[in-house]
């Protein structure tokens, strides 16, 4: 799967989740320090996603979890070498939820 198809996935999760809760891209936009154009260009695909601002996405859409804008079919099986995160003082909850995010990439061995 190519880094856009990817991104098409992760955006049209976003893009369905807002339409679900009948919000405009410009509230949620303004919620997330992103411009409405920025936020149309992360649902189609076109532009890539910060961690930090999938995390304020999933806040604004009330996503429970980061990992529900990943499809599950990215999950890979079995453990991982450890990840290690610049960020030293991030919560517990967060820390785990971006762990997982990121073992379920696609690529990752």
Do not use: C
């Not at 997330?32 to 999938?54: P, Y």
């Not at 990215?74 to 517990?92: A, L, N, Q, W, Y």
């Amino acid at each position: 799967m190519s880094d856009l198809e990817i991104y098409r996935l992760i955006g049209s999760r976003i893009a369905a989740r807002r339409k679900d809760l009948r919000l405009k891209q410009v509230e949620v936009a303004a919620q997330i320090g992103l411009t409405r154009a920025s936020l149309a260009n992360i649902e189609k695909g076109r532009q890539k996603i910060m961690m930090h601002q999938i995390y304020r996405i999933a806040e604004a859409l009330r996503i429970e979890s980061i990992l529900d804008l990943v499809p599950p079919r990215f999950s890979t099986s079995g453990p991982d070498e450890p990840i290690v995160f610049v960020e030293g003082d991030m919560r517990e909850d967060l820390r785990v939820q971006a762990e997982q995010f990121v073992r379920r990439a696609p690529g990752r061995r």
